[in-house]
């Protein structure tokens, strides 16, 4: 990679324009595997941790994946430690990688939302913190991210908690999501991003029965990709903030696609279970393609 690749996003200097979608990738469990090397080539420009929420989750029962022609299924149901298992245990190995790190939080009502900001927005190690609000709030009934009053109502209850950049994972979920992403804006977030996964089904062939242990889960990679491009440029039109797309990519043209599309920075996810150093690759190939998309990246 050269000088001239790196880019700004939200104040945060990155070494090139590719991070990671939350949960796709297991820094910790890399680290185990691979040891310091994946510290001398690590594949992300930042690295964004799998979503955070207040308590210990276990997650969804089994099974957890579905191989879909063009895509995967996932019903992982967000398992993590929780806020002071993570600040315990995962922070410290994550402070150690060379790249910044993004916290991804989610929370069940505004007030565990908040909990989670403040407590990261203390901490060094944190270069900023992406909401997911793929999620419903308990108190109103309604998915945080699907509604612009709804979205709005979070941003504005967080923002004062933290001068660190915010940034909103806007749900496909939503019946008009551009109008979501200029609510998150209006309330104060620095930045998008999208798309997370969509709601999606799959039965066992052979029972009918559905094949996830959630019943239903979240659709990702190359199925999503028409879908994510569609999104991200609606979204880029209609806000003046950063924006990270992300949904299906796996090659450096699909990230200039999605920069085209007014992306500043792209997110790489189900590629990098097929390949674990795919968001590097990605890097190296849209560094190399011709004009246009050097010219986006730059
Ligand atoms: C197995 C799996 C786990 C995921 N976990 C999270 C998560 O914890 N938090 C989150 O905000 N998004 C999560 N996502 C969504 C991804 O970050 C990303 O938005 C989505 O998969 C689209 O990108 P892709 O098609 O490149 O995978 C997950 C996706 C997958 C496939």
Redesign the pocket.
Known sequence: MTEATTVGFCGIELAHPIIN????FDAIAARRVFGDELLERFPFAAF?T??VTVEPRAGNPPPR?WELPA??L?S?G?PNRGLAGFLEHDLPVLAELPVPLIV?V?GFTRDQVATLVAAFAERDEVAAL?L?V?CPNVETGMLMGADPRETAALVERVRPLTAKPLIV?LTPNAADVPAVARAAQEAGADAV?L???LRGMALEPASGEPALGGITG?V??PA??AI?LAQVHAVAAAVSIGVVG????QRGRDAADLMAAGADLV?????S?RDPMAGLRVATELVALPVSGAGAVV
């Open positions: 979608g939350s949960g796709t964004v799998k979503t994946l895509g995967l996932n992982i967000l991804n989610m992406e997911n793929s994972k991003s798309i997370n996964t979240g990702s990679g999503v990709r994510a992300m949904g299906g990519v997110a790489v996810g189900t590629e279970f």
